[in-house]
């Protein structure tokens, strides 16, 4: 069976992936009014993308399983508060992408009758499914850490 630690590494890198999928794939695509540069480019937006997913790897490196800065106590805390946190955060968004794309079908007919645009191109519609399935998945999957 594998260690926790590569399971939790392997939560994190899914989680980062399927983050990077969303908006290299969909999300830069969204038209908004007066914005012209892609909003990825903030260090908030990359700490919430890229870093945030691997603190959980980094509170079991830290723990008395490798490296022993923390106490087993702190470890199992800080690895129940981020689970909870990574499995709460991506069913979130993943939850609200689905609503999105419910939305996007339900006002497409009174866009057309207004004759307003979509805020997601049809190319990137086509993806927002399977990288709303991944963030799914890596919902399910940080709360099977949670639970087992």
Known sequence: M???LSLVIGASALTAVADWAGWHFVWRFEAA???ETPRKHSLTSIFLS???PFMPTLAIL???AKLGI???GFTQVAAI???SMMGIITGGVAASAWGVRRRHFEEKDSR???DQHDNLPSHALEHLVWTTIMLAICSVYWFYL???
């Open 81 to 83: 508060l981020l689970f």
């Open 33 to 35: 009014p007066g914005v």
């Open 146 to 148: 949670l639970i087992f």
């Open 70 to 72: 923390y106490n087993e």
């Open 62 to 64: 830290l723990g008395p």
């Open 50 to 52: 890229y870093y945030l």
């Open 112 to 114: 057309e009758l207004i």
């Open 2 to 4: 594998p260690t926790l």
